[in-house]
Nanobody, 116 residues
């Protein structure tokens, strides 16, 4: 079945960096665009960035543009989110998914906390 496993989150000071990983399985990874989302408690998920199936085109939310970089390694069925110059407002649980996703299918997410 389709599965996603996010990892790499943690506690970091403002201005620091983290690299998140998304391991995907159960579908032809290289055939699907992929996205990163984040979610604050009690709110809907927010789209952070997306990438085309071969990685040739990327898009970013205005709040992260210039600081985050999305990439993918198709032979490894893995997507990454390099986060630089982190701010307190980046604190959230980060999730990945394919586009289009399957109804109700999400990973556990990985917590990113930016605090001094």
């Amino acid at each position: 079945q389709v599965q996603f496993a996010e990892s790499g989150g943690g506690l970091v000071q403002p201005g620091g960096s983290l690299r998140l990983s998304c391991a995907a399985s159960g579908f032809p990874f290289s055939s699907y665009p992929m996205s990163w989302y984040r979610q604050d408690p009690g709110k809907e998920r927010e789209l952070v960035a997306d990438i085309t199936s071969r990685g040739g085109t990327t898009n970013y939310a205005a709040s992260v543009k210039g600081r985050f970089n999305i990439s993918r390694d198709n032979p490894k069925n893995t997507m990454y989110l390099q986060m630089n110059s982190l701010k307190a407002d980046d604190t959230a649980v980060y999730y990945c998914n394919r586009q289009p996703g399957l109804q109700g299918v999400w990973g556990q997410g990985t917590q990113v906390t930016v605090s001094s």
